[in-house]
C-alpha cells in the first residue's frame, strides 16, 4: 500500500499556495487516483490555514506546518518543517516542487529518511509500478525511472502539470508539531533588484526572446544597440514579461561587439541555456533555427517577428510570424501599450 505525500508551501504573500506547489498537488491527486491510494498534502508556512482551505475539495488529509520561524525559507526550518510532514503522513511516496525553497532541502529530508530522489521529474504515472519521467542533458534525453526503495522523494518540475484549481471551504486541518534545532541564522529582510531592473521573470505568462539582430547593422548601415535596448525594456516594463536571449547575442560580448548591457547567459534560451515554460513567447530578431528553439516547446503561444519570410520560424516553429522590422514593430507596440496605461 503507498502513501502519498504532497508537500507544497506558500508563496511571497503568505496567503496562497505557489503555483508550483498547485501542480504538486494535481500530479498527487492523479497518481492517487491510479493507485487507490491515500493522499495527504502538507503545507509550510506562516499561517497556511487559507491556503489548507483551498484544497478542502481536493478531499485530502490536510497537514499544516505554521508559525513565524516558517515565514521565509531557511534551510534548518523546511528541513525540519518537511521531515515533520512526511512522518506524520508515513509517506512512501513524496512529490513536491522543485522551487529554490524546497529544491536546497528536499534531499536532505530524503537522507534523514532512509529515502531515495529523484530530480527533474515531467510526470508520474502508475503502471505494473510507479513510473518517473525525467529528462535529461537540457529536455533531449527522456528516461522513465523505477524505485522499489521507500520512501522516494521525487522533486516536480515546473509547467508539466496543469496548476490545481479548486474552491475555498472550511475543512478539517491537522497541525504538525516541529522540533526546531538551535537556529543560527536570522532572516532580516529581502533585496530584490527594482521592477525595471528585473529581467528574468520565471512566473511571468510572456516570455520575449531577444536575437542577435538587435545588435546588427540596420538599413541605414548603422547599428543600434541604444535604441534596440530602451525598446526591449520599455515593453518588459509595460507588460512584466520575462526575457530571454539567444546564444550568439549573449556571446557578442566577448566578441567586441555592440551588446545589450542588461544581457547575461542567465538569459539565454537554447540548446545549452534554460528551457522556458511560459504561456505565451514572442521572439524578436532571432532566425527560428534548431539552436535557438529547443527550449521552446513548452511555450504554448509561439510568435516570431522577422524580416525573413523564409526564415526557421516561418517552417512550423511559430504559430504566427510577423514578416516585419522588430524596431518598427515594437517601437508601435511599446505606444500602444504606453497609451492603454494612460
Known amino acids: 500500500m503507498e502513501y502519498i505525500l504532497a508537500l507544497t508551501h506558500v508563496d511571497d504573500t503568505g496567503a496562497a499556495l505557489t503555483r508550483a506547489s498547485l501542480e504538486v498537488v494535481t500530479a498527487a491527486i492523479d497518481l492517487a487516483n491510479q493507485l487507490e491510494a491515500s493522499l495527504t498534502i502538507g503545507i509550510v508556512g506562516v499561517d497556511a490555514t487559507s491556503a489548507a482551505n483551498f484544497l478542502a475539495s481536493t478531499g485530502a488529509r490536510l497537514l499544516v506546518v505554521s508559525g513565524e520561524p516558517f515565514a521565509q525559507p531557511r534551510y534548518a526550518t523546511d528541513a525540519a518543517a518537511c521531515e515533520a510532514l512526511c512522518r506524520a503522513a508515513c509517506a512512501t511516496i513524496v512529490i513536491a516542487p522543485a522551487s529554490a525553497r524546497f529544491a536546497r532541502v528536499a534531499a536532505g529530508v530524503a537522507h534523514r529518511l532512509d529515502g531515495y530522489i529523484d530530480t527533474h521529474i515531467a510526470a508520474v504515472v502508475a503502471a505494473d509500478t510507479i513510473e518517473a519521467t525525467r529528462w535529461f542533458y537540457r529536455q533531449r534525453i527522456e528516461a522513465v525511472l523505477t524505485r522499489d526503495a521507500r520512501p522516494w522523494f521525487l522533486l516536480l518540475d515546473a509547467g508539466t502539470h496543469a496548476a490545481f484549481s479548486g474552491h475555498s471551504a472550511s475543512t478539517q486541518i491537522e497541525e504538525v508539531a516541529v522540533h526546531l534545532p538551535t537556529l543560527r541564522t536570522t532572516v532580516t ?69 555592440s551588446v545589450l548591457p542588461f544581457l547575461t547567459h542567465l538569459n539565454q534560451i537554447g540548446q545549452t541555456g534554460a528551457t522556458p515554460r511560459h504561456a505565451k513567447g514572442l521572439s524578436t530578431c532571432c532566425h527560428g533555427e534548431e539552436p535557438h528553439v529547443v527550449g521552446w516547446r513548452f511555450v504554448a503561444d509561439r510568435r516570431a517577428i522577422s524580416l525573413d519570410p523564409n526564415c526557421g520560424w516561418t517552417r512550423g516553429k511559430a504559430d504566427v510570424v510577423y514578416v516585419a522590422d522588430a524596431f518598427q514593430v515594437m517601437s508601435k507596440v511599446n505606444a500602444l501599450l504606453e497609451a492603454n496605461d494612460a
Open 189 to 257: 529582510g529581502l533585496r530584490e533588484p527594482r521592477h525595471d531592473q528585473q529581467t528574468i521573470r520565471p512566473d511571468a505568462k510572456l516570455l520575449l526572446v531577444a536575437g542577435a539582430g538587435w545588435t546588427k547593422k540596420q538599413p541605414d548601415g548603422q547599428t543600434h544597440a541604444t535604441e534596440a535596448g530602451d525598446l526591449i525594456l520599455g515593453f518588459l516594463h509595460a507588460t512584466g514579461a520575462s526575457l530571454g536571449s539567444s546564444k550568439s547575442l549573449v556571446d557578442q560580448g566577448g566578441d567586441g561587439n
